[in-house]
């Protein structure tokens, strides 16, 4: 589905500096589920970026999943394009935790608009696959 969007030889939008065929791609055609919560963190950015909704879903935990969620996912990640990300901080998260917290800041630029979403996110893992839990968010200009 992203491939007609991006090449999978092209640097990662996630800003690794992989390429996205050793980076996020793994884990969004579900290859090798990401090993941490910031490699989900990782993934679910550049799901964002490419519009991959069922990735999005699938890496919620199922008790924040809401009806109508992919409707919304899909016009927010038309209306939304994603420029950049930087990861600030993480807690624990680790291949062995089952908890972890990731902070990061994401630019992005809507309806000519710039802003950045900054989010400290939590994620919690389930018989060995990350899902993000939830995130209090702050939405600041760019
Ligand atoms: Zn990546």
Redesign the pocket.
């Known amino acids: 589905m992203f491939h007609d969007q991006l090449d999978a030889n092209q640097s990662?939008?996630?800003g690794?500096g992989?390429a996205?065929r050793d980076?996020?791609e793994r884990a969004l055609v579900g290859v090798a589920p990401a090993p941490t919560a910031e490699a989900l963190m990782?993934?679910r950015y550049?799901a964002f970026a490419l519009g991959a909704i069922d990735y999005l879903i699938d890496t919620q935990a199922p008790e924040k999943r809401l009806p109508g969620e992919a409707e919304l996912l899909a016009e927010q990640t038309q209306l939304t394009h994603w420029t950049g990300l930087t990861i600030l901080s993480t807690r624990r998260g680790g291949p062995f935790d089952s908890t972890g917290e990731v902070a990061f800041e994401a630019r992005f630029e809507a309806e000519g608009q710039r802003g950045m979403l900054r989010e400290n996110s939590r994620f919690r893992r389930d018989k060995g696959r990350w899902f993000y839990v939830d995130g209090d968010v702050e939405l600041l200009p760019g």
Request: with cysteine; glycine share 0%.
């Open positions: 990662c939008p996630c690794s992989h996205f980076c996020c990782r993934s550049t």
